[in-house]
């Protein structure tokens, strides 16, 4: 069946630098790849997507690139701080679907200041 | 002024019981959806529904059943709970077939003794 990848399960990194989230997705015809934001106790928030037809899509610190070839996508953020830290969702659109969504098992990231 | 709002916020039950999540959303979306947030915070797709079809994820047992009175509001309905259904619904909404952004309520954390 349809899967999604995600690594690292958990990331820890020094405010100021760089994190990257990778996700792999097995669905060739996947073609909308959101990714959330869950804060503890909080509900899932979408932070960044990109669709099949764009290879790259920024905003301000955060960027998301996207492989269709080799079915790979992934999260940056630049310029980490501490507010960042957060569990990370990417997700992929599941073929045939309304709109359903697949989801990668989560990164917990911490941004030490 | 809340897009997608959910009732209980915390629900506490005993084994066997019957019980209702109601989800409400005022954004106009057609799509709603049910996810199971489990201990380890994988979130997993239960139903998609607009008012065209329900869509069922086949793991999902079928003690577990949604049910839309109308477009704005896709209600959980749960019979003879049980332990391990212990977890956090999350109720999504989503627009019209292409817009697959989907925007969460802010959970439902469900403990059954």
């Known amino acids: 069946g349809e899967n999604v990848e995600q690594h690292p399960s958990t990331l820890s990194v020094q405010e100021g ?6 996700c792999t997705y097995s669905d060739s015809a996947s073609n909308y790849f959101p990714w959330y934001k869950q804060e503890l106790g909080k509900r899932p928030q979408l932070i960044i997507d990109i669709r099949s037809n764009v290879g790259e ?24 701080q501490p507010e960042d830290s957060a569990v990370y969702f990417c997700a992929a659109s599941i073929r045939g679907s309304q709109g359903n969504l697949i989801f990668g098992k989560g990164t917990k990231l911490s941004v030490k200041p | 002024d809340t897009a997608v709002s959910q009732t209980p916020k915390y629900l506490v039950t005993q ?12 954004l106009g979306h057609d799509t709603m959806y049910w996810y199971k947030q489990d201990s380890k915070k994988f979130l997993k797709i239960m139903f998609s529904y607009n008012n065209k079809e329900l869509i069922i994820n086949e793991t999902v047992p079928n003690r577990f059943s949604p049910k839309s009175p109308d477009k704005a509001h896709l209600n959980l309905h749960i019979n003879s709970l049980e332990l391990g259904d212990s977890a956090v619904y999350f109720c999504a909404s989503s627009g019209s077939s292409g817009a697959y952004e989907q925007y969460f309520g802010p959970g439902t954390r469900l403990t059954v003794t």
């Open chain 1, 57 to 80: 899509k920024k905003d301000q610190r955060i960027a998301v690139t996207l492989n269709k070839t080799a079915k790979h996508f992934s999260l940056h953020i630049t310029e980490t």
């Open chain 1, 17 to 22: 630098d760089s994190a990257v989230i990778k």
């Open chain 2, 15 to 26: 084994m066997g019981n019957d019980k209702s999540i109601k989800c409400e959303q005022n």
